[in-house]
């Protein structure tokens, strides 16, 4: 009985995953891929501020994780904008639930002609809480919003940098 349920399972994902093929579908990261490297030959510029080095942190993690390349093909240039809402609102007046918005412009440059390849903007929206109780919970929280919203905008800027390449290396093809 255990047999074939494994037998089963296996011919289930065997079956889920051969029309794949058949689709055109090719994984951005896979063998025949060149879009790991070009992603490690980006180099990413400067960025001000403690949310804008979270981002760049986080960049640096996904494309870079061998370490900046000596002599980078790209260079991306991103400015953020951040945001802090105030979104429940007790009777009193004070405030109890704030919205953190944090948008992102980027641009990846040629190196050598400083040609501008792909731009894109992208956003984000995390909550903190203010806690009456608390001042020292309430900073926390705001701070930690403003860490999750870097590494989200970080990771999405680093994915469709990604399905550029992957656009470009099948255009070429």
Not at 10 to 16: N, S
Not at 17 to 32: E, I, K, N, R
Not at 33 to 51: F, H, P, W, Y
Not at 102 to 115: M, N
Request: aromatic residues 6%; charged residues 25%.
């Amino acid at each position: 009985m255990l047999w074939s349920r494994k037998i089963a399972l296996v011919l289930l994902a065997g079956l889920t995953t051969a029309p794949l093929g058949a689709c055109g579908f090719s994984p951005v990261y896979g063998a025949h891929s060149s879009v790991g490297k070009s992603l490690n030959d980006v180099a990413i510029t400067s960025m001000e501020g403690r949310v804008g080095q979270e981002v760049r942190n986080t960049l640096i993690e996904e494309l870079t994780p061998n370490g900046s390349p000596s002599a980078p093909n790209y260079f991306l240039d991103l400015k953020v904008n951040e945001d802090l809402n105030p979104l429940a609102i007790k009777r009193d007046a004070s405030v109890t639930r704030f919205d953190y918005k944090l948008d992102a412009s980027f641009s990846l440059r040629d190196s050598k002609t400083s040609e501008v390849l792909f731009s894109d903007t992208t956003q984000i929206i995390t909550s903190a809480n203010r806690l009456d109780q608390s001042e020292f919970a309430s900073v926390i929280g705001v701070d930690d919003a403003k860490l999750r919203a870097a590494r989200a905008i970080g990771q999405d800027i680093a994915r469709r940098l990604a399905a550029y390449f992957a656009r470009q290396e099948n255009v070429t093809r």
